[in-house]
């Protein structure tokens, strides 16, 4: 028989045999007829991926695989977790089937999840690389579909007034407390920074190191330390003597900021909402506003873009000062002349 149990699983497992290939997998479920219905599928499925040559019969998760073997980005875990997501609801389906009709029932799906409209374009554009790849690369569809994307426009960065992140910090355990201060002086992202061992630290200097492995950028980055980060530091090597890391709590490496005490902490100051990324967001805010350029803020933040740091122009324009008198000079000089005529 096609379906069969498996000792310890509690779903019914189908057997396949199709132009001398066989299929044996889970059809995960335990319900009979569910288990039946899967099977027929499935079959008509291999039967028009190696019978008859149709390259769209290729499942989703499948191309998934393929795009997370052969797609190298950065970004993989954050793939990783989008797949997963995808693969409740297509997992099984032939690629060929997951058309615009399909793609929008999709967007619903996230929308009633409860995902905001720009996070539901990011799942969409790994879906619309996805089934491009699987068109113009690798030839399993005749053309992608059309993935309909709303466009939603990023909220402005949020960031802390020096006020507020002392608010934060006096709620914040020591070691999250330091991570917090370190973080708001050098820009460092989360993991870049837990990334950080005492080897690639030099405190008479004042300098740091981040190898490219660890920024987002995949460029080796430099970090000259400032005084109050120097003292920082000192004050981790206090609270933690032994070991490689720089961050640690109990003697074991820090793996995320975002934790329980972090949230407890911006609930207690009054700051929700608030992620641990607004602090990098706080580190290049209070960097314009005390006058360093742009370009200046993207070397020290590790940014790869000058396009990247715009979005942070608008909290100093003291720097077009002396544009906009000269605009308005020549318009007053303008507005007189034609008082005079």
């Not at 109990?250 to 793996?255: M, P, S, V, Y």
């Not at 900021?257 to 407890?264: L, M, P, S, V």
């Not at 209070?286 to 803020?297: C, I, M, P």
Request: hydrophobic residues 40%.
């Amino acid at each position: 028989m096609p379906l069969y149990r498996r000792p310890g699983s509690p779903h019914w497992w189908v057997r396949i045999s199709v132009a001398g290939r066989k299929t044996r997998r889970s059809t995960g479920t335990a319900d009979r007829r569910e288990a039946e219905e899967f099977e027929q599928r499935e079959r008509e499925r291999l039967w028009r991926q190696y019978k008859l040559g149709d390259r769209g019969a290729v499942r989703f998760a499948e191309a998934a695989a393929r795009w997370l073997i052969e797609t190298r980005k950065r970004s993989k875990a954050k793939d990783e977790t989008i797949i997963a997501w995808f693969e409740q609801h297509i997992k099984d389906e032939p690629l060929s089937a997951i058309d615009t009709d399909a793609i929008i029932e999709l967007r619903r799906l996230a929308e009633a999840d409860g995902m905001s409209p720009a996070t539901v374009d990011r799942y969409m554009a790994l879906l619309r690389a996805i089934l491009r790849k699987s068109a113009h690369e690798w030839r399993y569809l005749d053309h992608a579909p059309k993935v309909p994307m709303a466009h939603a426009k990023s909220p402005e960065p949020r960031w802390l007034r020096p006020e507020e992140f002392e608010r934060l910090c006096r709620h914040l355990p020591k070691h999250l407390e330091l991570a917090a201060r370190f973080a708001v002086l050098t820009g460092l992202r989360m993991r870049s920074m837990l990334a950080l061992t005492w080897d690639r630290i030099d405190l008479q200097n004042r300098r740091a190191w981040i190898p490219g492995e660890q920024m987002k950028a995949g460029r080796s980055h430099g970090i000259p330390l400032s005084t109050e980060a120097v003292r920082v530091l000192q004050q981790l090597r206090a609270l933690n003597p032994t070991g490689q890391y720089v961050f640690q709590w109990r003697g074991k490496r820090i793996d995320d900021c975002n934790t329980a005490a972090f949230k407890a902490a911006v609930k207690a100051a009054g700051l929700e909402p608030l992620r641990w990324h607004d602090l990098r967001h706080t580190f290049a805010s209070w960097a314009v506003q005390s006058g360093v350029t742009l370009h200046e803020l993207m070397l020290l933040g590790g940014w790869s873009s000058y396009s990247m740091v715009l979005r942070y122009a608008h909290l100093a324009p003291d720097h077009l000062a002396h544009a906009a008198e000269r605009v308005g000079t020549i318009g007053a000089q303008r507005v007189a002349g034609g008082t005079r005529k």
